[in-house]
């Protein structure tokens, strides 16, 4: 199964609706596992050494730095990106379908943004 890692600034309706929708989804939040207030770098670090694909709203610098990851060769299991005005009820739908429907190596190396249609 996907493992995934809620940045800080992620809306919780959408962690609350995930961990509603799929049963046994292996979702961390960064507040929760001593990283908050933790800056970009050490949330993807964290990520790659624990082989989890971040949700962020951080459109711009989280995806910029995930970006900077891959120029250099460090691993990056993938981060989706969620603009802020798109509602929660149709993130928790896509990110249903990326839980139960795709493989953690489908999403290596790979920046992809919300709504998936």
């Known amino acids: 199964m996907i493992r995934l890692l809620a940045d800080e600034n992620l809306n919780n309706d959408i ?23 933790a800056d970009d770098d050490a949330v993807l670090e964290h990520a790659a050494r624990d082989g989890r694909i971040v949700l ?21 299991p993938g981060v989706i990106a969620i603009p802020q005005d798109v509602p929660v009820g149709a993130v928790v739908a896509d990110l249903v379908l990326v839980v139960e429907c795709s493989s953690s190596e489908e999403w290596s190396g790979q920046v992809r943004y919300l709504p998936l249609r």
């Open 15 to 37: 962690v609350r609706g995930l961990v509603r929708r799929v049963q046994g989804v292996d979702l961390q939040r960064v507040q929760d596992i001593g990283l908050r207030g």
């Open 56 to 76: 962020t709203h951080d459109v711009s610098t989280l995806v910029a730095r995930a970006y900077e990851r891959l120029a250099k060769g460090e691993s990056m």
